[in-house]
């Protein structure tokens, strides 16, 4: 008796996970998920100066010495005044936008990473569990081809280029993270 599944039951599941796949729904979803990531971001605006900067509630010789967790990273700790905290917190806007748009993708992508962790290391405990979702997309997003249809990225590609075929497994990480 053979064990192997009919044919009707659809590809195999190394191909599912590994196989060619076309990356438009990826395009889609980078615009709606950069949306939502810029809007995210603006909503931090009125009070950003109160919890995230040197003159707020906990300023960075306190989150230094220990109140936070030891093994972090935020680019938002080199901030001393508070227009740098604002320079960094415009950097992430402009990052996120450009993510959205799809303009350099790729690098765009690690640097909304970069500026989205710092925002939320910062100050831990004003942020909650949509946060590190928010996180953890931006990390897989930085290894999925996002930038391959409707973008700035896409539009800027030479006419002639054939479209190149890309493997499902990032794209199916960041599925299983939405």
């Known amino acids: 008796m053979a064990l192997t599944p009919p044919a009707s039951e659809g590809p195999a599941p190394l191909s599912f996970w590994v196989g060619p796949i076309d990356t438009r729904p990826l395009g889609l ?17 009125p009070v950003l100066r109160d919890l995230l900067s040197e003159d707020g509630v906990l300023p960075r010789s306190a989150l230094l010495s220990g109140v936070a967790r030891g093994a972090r990273f935020s680019i938002f700790d080199a901030a001393g ?42 100050n831990p405990s004003v942020f909650d569990g949509a946060d590190n979702v928010i996180r953890v997309l931006l990390f897989f997003l930085m290894f999925a081809p996002a930038g391959d249809h409707y973008s700035v990225d896409a539009v800027l590609r030479p006419a002639n280029e054939p479209p ?14 939405s």
């Open 29 to 45: 979803m980078r615009i709606t998920f950069g949306l939502t990531l810029v809007w995210a971001i603006l909503n931090v605006a």
């Open 81 to 122: 005044p508070v227009w740098v905290t604002w320079l960094f917190f415009g950097a992430a806007v402009l990052a996120a936008g450009a993510f959205t748009v799809g303009f350099r993708t790729r690098a765009a992508t690690v640097a909304t990473f970069v500026l989205v962790t710092g925002l939320h290391e910062r």
């Open 164 to 177: 190149r075929a890309r493997s499902a497994f990032t794209t199916r990480l960041v599925e299983l993270q």
